[in-house]
């Protein structure tokens, strides 16, 4: 069952080509610990270009062609949706016109911005864990992955869905007892942090469930509920802040 929910986790959140079925897709769907398996495999493959001895340019460039390669673009879509509907205006309306600025098609300002500045984040984030040295930088950005999905498996367990679509295909399958095995799959990575480097692995780690509960608590008022848009930010913006959480705590160690 675990399995298959893995390969249908992998479907969904990568390019990879596991042959996703119905049957995988449907576990997956009941089964949020996938997410974090998952985060391990993504992780583990965007991870390998930061343990190469490279130039910090080309370590950190390579880890972000192969994170892009890997999970494609439909993540960073939902960012640009949901800082779209972000952007729109306060009034008696704003929550049904922030719904229909999701569904739009064209990205706005906000939705361009949002991406720019959180790739741009990442980058840096990347030339950071490039300078910590081989070993840090390789379990930060495994860390931090694996906290993006635990991020997101934390919007299945505790979000209610604003409306039919992917948000409710995964939301409505889960509840709040789900969390604490998608938490626990989340701790083995911490056996992997270097030396006096656990610190910086567990504010990695921490970075993509800090910033699914902050979503959470937006879109419940802003949209009446989670979608598919918001697992997306979620993912890109836990990342992001991931990186930058493992790079500042090992710095200050």
């Not at 906290?147 to 039919?164: Q, R, S």
């Not at 848009?229 to 992001?240: H, I, K, M, Y």
Request: hydrophobic share 55%.
């Amino acid at each position: 069952m675990v399995l298959r929910a893995l390969q249908g986790a992998l479907a969904f959140l990568t390019r990879l080509p596991v042959g996703g079925d119905e049957r995988a897709w449907d576990a997956f769907r009941r089964t949020p610990v996938a997410f974090v398996l998952a985060g391990y495999v993504v992780g583990g493959f965007a991870a390998l270009p930061l343990a190469l001895p490279l130039p910090l340019s080309t370590t950190a460039a390579l880890y972000l062609v192969t994170l892009y390669l890997l999970t494609g673009v439909t993540h960073a879509d939902g960012l640009a949706d949901v800082a779209d509907a972000a952007a729109v205006h306060d009034d008696s309306t704003d929550r049904e016109r922030r719904r229909a600025a999701l569904k739009d098609a064209d990205t706005g300002v906000g939705g361009t911005l949002a991406v720019v500045l959180t790739l741009a984040a990442l980058t840096l984030g990347a030339l950071g864990m490039a300078g910590s040295g081989p070993r840090v930088a390789a379990t930060i950005a495994l860390a931090a992955e694996i906290g993006a999905k635990t991020g997101m498996a934390t919007l299945v367990c505790l979000g209610d869905a604003a409306h039919e679509g992917l948000g409710s295909a995964l939301a409505d399958e889960a509840d709040a007892a789900a969390l604490l095995p998608t938490l626990v799959a989340a701790v083995p990575v911490l056996a992997l942090a270097p030396p006096l480097g656990t610190p910086a692995v567990v504010a990695a780690l921490l970075g993509g469930p800090v910033v699914a509960v902050l979503l959470l608590r937006w879109a419940r008022g802003a949209l009446g509920g989670v979608s598919g848009d918001v697992f997306g930010a979620a993912n890109e913006l836990g990342r992001a802040v991931g990186v930058h959480a493992g790079v500042v705590a090992w710095a200050l160690l």
